[in-house]
């Protein structure tokens, strides 16, 4: 019976620090680049794009080639996002104690 408890009392351990990583990871921003940092996408940890930059310079050079601007945004959306995917696993291998939980379960 005590290994069970104590069993328990693991368990909850790693549950608060889940829960305490889930909020850590909703509370950061990352930024995205593309071209040398001429675009910019800065997202919240929440998966929320919170803003977009593009260098005056850049506008200037693409004007006439919007499918250039748009796949540069994309570029920059999705290396926000890795980055963001990164941090959470981080986030929670130091949770779990380099435990892995079952797929659904987590972030």
Avoid: H
């Amino acid at each position: 019976m005590k290994n069970i408890s104590q069993l328990m009392k693991q368990a909850k351990s790693m549950q608060d620090n889940l829960q305490k990583a889930q909020a850590e990871v909703r509370s950061m921003i990352v930024e995205g680049v593309a071209s040398s940092g001429l675009v910019k996408v800065i997202l919240g940890g929440d998966k929320i794009v919170k803003k977009i930059e593009i260098d005056q310079i850049l506008i200037s050079q693409v004007v006439d080639d919007k499918s250039l601007l748009e796949d540069m945004v994309t570029i920059a959306i999705n290396d926000a996002l890795t980055k963001l995917q990164n941090l959470e696993k981080d986030k929670m291998s130091t949770a779990t104690a380099g435990i892995p939980l079952p797929p659904g379960m987590g972030f």
